[in-house]
């Protein structure tokens, strides 16, 4: 397993859900967290405190990564504290619910702004320092929906289908320079995001996952933290935490 001492790691969206498990995860491995939220300025200071009172190191980092600038400006903030990220994860997303008849230019680009495009800017913008290092890490949190789709969410289908391509295309450009750059794909994980299902919608889709159950956000970041520190001869590869849902 590596040793993620002193390493750098940027984590967007990891104010809560599965990113603040990851963020806990990897800094307890040794990582520095930079700990990116949008809006949630007390809950990503609470996952930094809490992660320095376990002996931690970490520092919330405010920035909108669906915006290009604003990305720039966060890499360049954390490069600034820390030096070169090492470790991105890019696990910020959002899901609207609406079927593409009724689904608005805006809602069609907040989903795209933030699932897919932002994968894209975080990439770009901490790329050029991995590969000058000849090493680096890149984990997209995709979904199950990157595999298989659902009614009432093309946006979020769609982006998620593109994130895993844009894995393998980047994962292709980065091997020769020692770069890993994998996807870890959720199911029903017990977060915000699906807090607002009615109890017939959770029951109908806890039926449909052969493991009859929800994930913890818990889960997921342990995946991540075996995709990051072990599994060292991946790149390219979609790694399911779905209780079965998508598999492959
Ligand atoms: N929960 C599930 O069942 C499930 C299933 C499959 C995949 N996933 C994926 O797992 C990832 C995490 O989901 P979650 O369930 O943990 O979601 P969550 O609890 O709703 O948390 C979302 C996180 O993303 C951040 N975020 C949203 N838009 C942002 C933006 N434009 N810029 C920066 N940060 C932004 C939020 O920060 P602020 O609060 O500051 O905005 C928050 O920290 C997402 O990519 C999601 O698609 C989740």
Request: aromatic share 4%.
């Amino acid at each position: 397993m590596l040793d993620l001492t002193g390493q750098v790691a940027l984590v967007s969206g990891g104010s809560r859900g599965i990113g603040a498990a990851i963020c806990r995860v990897l800094a307890a491995r040794g990582a520095k967290l930079a700990v990116n939220y949008r809006s949630s300025e007390a809950a990503a200071m609470k996952v930094c405190s809490d992660i320095k009172a376990d002996g931690g190191v970490a520092h919330p980092f405010v920035g909108d990564v669906g915006d290009p600038a604003q990305v720039a400006q966060l890499v360049a903030a954390v490069t600034n504290t820390w030096g070169p990220v090492n470790i991105l994860v890019h696990n910020a997303g959002l899901q609207h619910s609406a079927m593409a008849h009724r689904m608005s230019d805006e809602q069609w680009r907040a989903s795209l702004a933030v699932n897919l495009d932002a994968a894209f800017y975080l990439a770009r913008a901490v790329l050029p320092a991995m590969r000058a290092a000849e090493a680096g890490v890149v984990v997209f949190i995709a979904s199950a929906s990157g595999s298989i789709a659902q009614a009432g969410a093309a946006g979020y289908v769609a982006a998620k289908h593109g994130l895993i391509g844009l894995t393998k295309a980047l994962a292709l450009e980065s091997a020769a320079k020692g770069i890993r750059v994998n996807a870890v794909s959720p199911g029903l994980t017990d977060t915000d995001m699906v807090a607002d299902l009615s109890p017939d919608q959770r029951a109908g889709l806890l039926r449909m996952i052969p493991l009859r159950r929800i994930a913890s956000p818990e889960e997921v970041a342990a995946t991540v933290d075996w995709v990051v520190r072990g599994a060292t001869y991946t790149t390219g590869n979609v790694f399911h935490v779905g209780g079965g849902v998508a598999m492959g």
